[in-house]
């Protein structure tokens, strides 16, 4: 179970951190990414963190977002700064072992967070 948090309405330019809480006790084990989606698009990648902290992330979001893992705590975060209007949507989390299947969207979901930015 993938809990998703820390959503809200900011204005361009400012920051926000999202995190996404995992119940299982093997969360450690999970790759874990972070999808987004904006009214009338379809949801599309945003970042993602292999079990080892590697990571990866899509173009729109590269140097403004980073994605981070604190295994004791069972949570991935998302560091979001210098935030566009562009990057208003529904953010959800995704979880599964494999990461070539995390970054495309993952076995298990969390129910999203909004995240409204203001122009």
């Known amino acids: 179970q993938l809990q998703a948090s820390g959503g809200g309405l900011v204005q361009a330019g400012d920051s926000l951190r999202l995190s996404c809480a995992g119940s299982?006790?093997?969360?450690?084990?999970?790759?874990v990414g972070w999808f987004r989606q904006a009214p009338g698009k379809e949801r599309e990648f945003v970042a993602a963190?292999?079990?080892?902290?590697?990571?990866s992330y899509a173009d729109s979001v590269k140097g403004r977002f980073t994605i981070s893992r604190d295994n004791a705590q069972n949570t991935v975060y998302l560091q979001m700064n210098s935030l566009k209007p562009e990057d208003t949507a529904v953010y959800y989390c995704?979880?599964?072992?494999?990461?070539?299947?995390?970054?495309?969207?993952?076995?298990?979901w969390g129910q999203g967070t909004q995240v409204t930015v203001s122009s």
């Open positions: 299982a006790r093997t969360f450690n084990t999970y790759a």
């Open positions: 995704t979880a599964d072992p494999a990461f070539p299947i995390v970054i495309r969207g993952g076995h298990y």
């Open positions: 963190i292999t079990k080892s902290a590697g990571t």
